[in-house]
């Protein structure tokens, strides 16, 4: 495995606002003092009360969350929509996700992240949820941090940290956010707005599952989805458009991690399953199944959907998921030119079921065409 290299940054990282000194960091060795305070890890948690008081630490539900330190993981909520969650143990150079636990429209997305303050040992994950139309909201949620060093999963993750790179020219996203099976830098390609080609080296063999969610402040109410990839000769190109609250493209930062096989925390997991469906709703006869979910790909065995009412899907995983987390990446979703793929979120997950709940553009049940997404679970 060849040298990790990462670029160390002394301040917390806000996410979305690109400088060029991020970009000209030369690239040291963390030290083993670093190390040993803050390290390698992942860690995931389920909010179960969007509305504790402002200001004070709670801990969420146990059986809904783990650290790989043996730690237990924290929120404060900082205002409406607002909450910032505490990884004891866990470094600061890794990947955060987050999906909203819910049956309407609210969306949460990634604000910042970075080094717990001073007299604690960790990181802090900052999560900011909103309205369909970007006002802030408290909200459930779901979210996962890794950081791997090392690992027996194949894929990659980064933080694409510049929203508006200059058009059709690559970059490299902040190094110290990276991490390849493949010992490779990724580079990010803005190729209009709101549209991004990310291209993984030497991963070859293509992907099983992703998530992706955007990041930073600037943006309120942006989000970003999964359009697609394939394997070339020498890499994987992944597709990723964002949009704005009113789902016109719009630039923004955004986290992504790509699985070929192992699981989405990189790290030694008691169970991991994931999907790729598509679930098709009242389509016009003729034009395809109707009332039905289609399995593209899982893992470790064949998942099943059942198609329960307009945006409602049961998705049933080969594992036990009286625990654990679970994330949902929709695919080709809602914006303007095609609004009803919407936006889908957690509405609840149990035994060895997930309910996926999606709407359009407008926060409505989809009345055509259904929704494309991903489910993701670790425990």
Known sequence: MPTIWRARVRTFAILGVATAAIAAMSLIRISVAEAATAGPGFGYLWLDNASTAVSVEYTPSLGYQRNSTGAQNTVTRRGTGSYDVYLPGLGRFGTPMVTPYAVSSERCKIGSWGAAPRGKNGTVVNVRCTTRTGGPVNALFSMTYAYAVTSTSTGAYLWSNVPSPALGSPYTPNTSYQYSS??????????????????????????????????????????????????????????????GADGQPADSGFAL????????????????????????????????????????????????????????????????????????????????????????????????????????????????NGATFRVNFVS
């Open 182 to 243: 493949a010992g490779r830098r990724a580079t990010v390609t803005r190729s209009e707005p709101g549209w991004y080609e990310v291209h993984l080296p030497g991963l070859t063999v293509g992907y099983q599952t992703l998530t992706v969610v955007a990041t930073g402040t600037s943006s309120v109410g942006a989000y970003c989805n999964d359009y697609n990839g394939w394997p070339t000769a020498t890499d994987t190109v992944q597709f990723i458009g964002c949009f």
């Open 257 to 368: 991690t790509v699985l070929d096989s192992g699981n989405t925390m990189f790290g030694s997991v008691t169970s991991a399953s994931y999907a790729w469906l598509t679930c098709y709703d009242d389509l016009p006869p003729g034009s395809g199944p109707v009332d039905t979910c289609v399995i593209a790909s899982s893992s470790p065995g064949d998942a099943t959907a059942d198609w329960l009412g307009s945006g409602q899907y049961l998705v049933h995983m080969p594992a036990d998921m009286s625990g654990g987390n679970v994330q949902i990446t929709p695919q080709t979703g809602a914006d303007a030119f095609n609004p009803s793929w919407g936006r889908c979120s957690i509405s609840y997950w149990f035994g060895s079921s997930v309910m996926v709940s999606c709407v359009d553009i407008n926060g409505d049940p989809p009345s055509t």
